[in-house]
């Protein structure tokens, strides 16, 4: 099974001091910027998908992925990883045009 988030009294390794928080506050902006890079690729992609299904006739989404994505990031991420999920979800919704009729 993937790696999980732990939860609880888990040991935690010390807080690295001087150079070596530098390097770690370097190396978690760069993570930031990969997931941040990984998003906008999935909106993106989820965005195209929700306009193709629209074309096709079909519900712009599928409740039952997007359920399935939910317990996906609860199952790795505990309750705040749903949370995450729908953050991603919302983000995800085609952006209403202004002066456009919704569908």
């Known amino acids: 099974m993937p790696e999980t988030v732990p939860h609880g009294d888990q040991p935690r390794p010390p807080w690295p001091t001087g150079a070596a928080a530098d390097d ?3 190396e978690l902006s760069a993570l ?4 941040i890079a ?3 690729q999935r909106i993106r992609l989820a965005r195209g ?7 096709a006739g079909l519900p712009t989404t599928s409740l039952a992925q997007e359920n399935a994505m939910l317990r996906r990031y609860a199952a790795r991420l505990g309750d705040q990883g749903a ?3 729908l ?5 995800s919704r085609p952006q209403a ?3 456009a009729e919704r569908p």
Do not use: K, N
Request: hydrophobic share 45%; charged share 20%; aromatic share 0%.
């Open 24 to 26: 770690t506050a370097e």
């Open 32 to 35: 930031d910027e990969q997931l």
């Open 38 to 40: 990984q998003l906008v």
């Open 49 to 55: 998908h929700q306009l193709s299904r629209r074309a």
């Open 83 to 85: 949370g995450i999920a």
């Open 87 to 91: 953050a991603i979800l919302e983000l």
């Open 97 to 99: 045009v202004p002066g």
